[in-house]
């Protein structure tokens, strides 16, 4: 599978648009080459360079293999419209909370990964919750990486 977003490239700058400094709002995310017997798509964004911990910024699961893409700007809401149901992130959150790295820059990781199943959490769920649910379950993962470091 592959990850793409048309407002960074992989390993490029995340505009501060989607950042604590900005709008705060999610990126724009495609994706394409998802296997034909993919029942579900969760994606997880995190960040492994956070102090004393990965800090996760978004989840998503249970997305139709029909879509193929995240639009700007999805609504921290329970459900997305069109598919998908949202986590809670280490803001304490439902959705998208973006970068905000208290010092220097940081590695934002959005994953993506192609199930053979659906998770059937409710919404709220961890990455942690997440993680275990989809152990063995896993058809294709693509990744996306941005970095951000804030102006001061």
């Keep these: 599978m592959k990850l793409t977003s048309s407002s960074f490239v992989d390993h490029g700058l995340i505009p501060m648009k989607y950042t604590c400094d900005g709008e705060n709002i999610s990126p724009p995310l495609v994706w394409d ?3 034909p017997e993919t029942v579900s798509l969760c994606l997880i964004m995190d960040d492994p360079d956070a102090p004393g911990k990965t800090f996760v910024h978004w ?6 293999p029909t879509i193929n893409q995240l639009s700007e700007k999805i609504i921290n809401s ?6 998908g149901i949202q986590g809670k992130n ?3 959150i439902l959705g998208y909370g973006g970068p905000c790295p208290p010092t220097g820059i940081h590695h934002y990781f959005f994953h993506l990964y192609a199930l053979d199943k659906q998770l059937n959490f409710p919404p709220g769920v961890t990455k942690n919750d997440i993680m275990v ?3 063995n379950h896993v ?3 693509a990744q996306l990486m941005g970095k951000y470091q804030r102006q001061r």
């Design 33 to 35: 080459e998802v296997p």
């Design 139 to 141: 058809l294709a993962k």
């Design 90 to 92: 280490d803001f304490d």
């Design 59 to 64: 989840v998503v699961f249970d997305i139709p």
């Design 133 to 135: 649910a989809m152990k």
């Design 78 to 83: 329970q459900h997305i419209l069109g598919g």
